[in-house]
Nanobody
Framework: QVQLVESGGGSVQAGDSLRLSCAVS????????MGWFRQIPGKEREFVAA????????AYADSVKGRFTISRDNAKNTVDLQMKTLKPEDTAVYYC????????????????????WGQGTQVIVSS
């Protein structure tokens, strides 16, 4: 059974930093790209960042470029999202997910291309 467990969310002030982490079990982690998405009530899940299976290709949403950094540790089966200079509009539930297809060259920004999801971790940024 594939499990993804996010941690690291919380309430911060605008300009602060947070680091989210996602631990994956039940799958050969190093074979699959990983993504972070976020969602606020009433809106569709939004792509944030993704990293391919090897860590050699990374993609970011324009809204987080230069502020967020995704990384993975294939030895520990974890993927992290370092978030800096947080803004109130970053407030959302953040989800990590693992791609359906093994060893995709470029990480996907499309939610339906991810097979398994975590339960989410809340991030609240106050102005």
């Amino acid at each position: 059974q594939v499990q993804l467990v996010e941690s690291g969310g919380g309430s911060v002030q605008a300009g602060d930093s947070l680091r989210l982490s996602c631990a994956v079990s039940g799958r050969t982690f190093s074979m699959y790209g990983m993504g972070w998405f976020r969602q606020i009530p009433g809106k569709e899940r939004e792509f944030v960042a993704a990293i391919n299976w090897s860590g050699g290709k990374i993609a970011y949403a324009d809204s987080v470029k230069g502020r967020f950094t995704i990384s993975r540790d294939n030895a520990k089966n974890t993927v992290d999202l370092q978030m800096k200079t947080l803004k109130p509009e970053d407030t959302a539930v953040y989800y990590c997910a693992t791609e359906r297809v093994a060893r995709s060259w470029y990480p996907s920004s499309i939610a339906t291309e991810y097979a398994f999801w975590g339960q989410g971790t809340q991030v609240i940024v106050s102005s």
